[in-house]
């Protein structure tokens, strides 16, 4: 029988659903920009760049919040966090992605990249590419590869050769092939945080590290490192990150759009990290806090050697074809 009050309750009840559904609909959808280095460094300047260009032309529909060191997540949370889409954007260090693909060590192998134009041209060849769908089976995804630049070895000691290096432990990111590298010279390795570095320097915890510039300075590492040997033996770069299922569930044009703006942010920031490492350089030089190693080409080989191994140890679980394609972008002769 026809029961008007019970008429009256579904329809306001489906009036106030229609409502909240709509009110949802009206929301923009938040990112959260999660990161762990200063607003300076390359990285930074990314995030600062991406929030504005998003406010400026998908204002109201897509918002961004960007959290510098590790204000937010850290190293230790940070990629378990996007996975279960707490946070929406990320840009680790390719040296974090260990646990979920072997095949981005390859950006860890000491001395493989000549410079940072070389990693430049294999990020952007086929093989490159295809790393950045590497980790979709863990629901994540490459949206690009950011610069930041070349490591550098700073330590307590003075580092020309290898053997200089013996018995010092170094701080690494979560990597395998670093804690390779660095066992491969006869030193000692720890995995820490970034946000933990100057602590563990200062105290003595780990009497070395390897950064590049930007780092270096931002982080006052130099502060607690009275030498940095201009090693350029590896690369630090980033890859922006993303649920998947959250970055396939935006709606396709607006999706179209924050993907052009990563494009153009992705030009700068790597059109600018390299400029942006040396004028940190020149700061660290000349704050006189630490001195600045330069190595002979003689010094450099006999590292490179020295490290060199390390390649052949990894080749199997990175792939020969990932490895191959990386040797194929230097142009310098190589022995
Ligand atoms: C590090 O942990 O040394 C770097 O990955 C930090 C960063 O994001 O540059």
């Not at 350029?232 to 607006?254: A, C, E, K, T």
Request: glycine share 6%; hydrophobic share 40%; with cysteine.
């Amino acid at each position: 029988m026809f029961n008007p009050v019970r008429a009256l309750a579904v329809c306001a009840l489906a009036l106030a659903s229609f409502g909240a559904a709509t009110a949802l609909a009206d929301e923009p959808i938040l990112i959260k920009f999660s990161h762990v280095v200063a607003d300076g460094t390359p990285k930074g300047q990314g995030a600062l760049m991406f929030k504005q260009l998003v406010e400026e032309r998908l204002g109201g529909k897509v918002k961004v919040e960007v959290y510098p060191n590790s204000s937010l997540y850290g190293d230790a949370n940070e990629l378990e966090a996007l996975r279960n889409n707490e946070v929406q954007l990320l840009a680790p260090s390719l040296a974090k992605f260990d646990q979920y693909t072997k095949q981005l060590q390859v950006f860890d192998l000491p001395f493989l990249f000549d410079d940072l134009e070389a990693v430049n041209r294999f990020q952007k060849r086929a093989k490159g590419r295809q790393l950045l769908r590497s980790m979709e089976d863990h629901n994540i995804v490459g949206l690009a590869y950011w610069h930041n630049g070349m490591k550098q070895l700073s330590a307590t000691r003075a580092l020309h050769s290898p053997g200089d290096a013996n018995g010092l432990s170094f701080r690494i990111q979560p990597s395998a092939v670093l804690e390779a590298q660095f066992k491969q010279i006869g030193a000692n390795s720890q995995k820490l945080p970034f946000a933990e570095v100057f602590k563990a320097l200062q105290s003595g915890q780990v009497q070395g590290a390897e950064n590049p510039w930007s780092n270096i300075y931002s982080q006052k590492l130099h502060e607690v490192q009275p030498f940095i040997s201009e090693t350029n033996h590896g690369v630090l770069d980033y890859m922006l990150v993303s649920n998947s299922r959250f970055w396939y569930g935006i709606p396709h044009q607006v999706r179209v759009e924050l993907e052009a703006i990563i494009d153009e942010v992705t030009y700068v920031v790597n059109k600018q990290a390299e400029a942006a490492n040396q004028t940190d350089r020149q700061r660290i030089a000349d704050s006189g806090k630490s001195q600045l190693i330069t190595l002979t080409p003689e010094q450099r080989q006999a590292w490179r050697d020295a490290m060199r191994p390390v390649w052949e140890q990894f080749e199997g679980q990175i792939g020969s074809d990932v490895l191959k394609a990386a040797e194929a972008v230097n142009r310098k002769q190589r022995k």
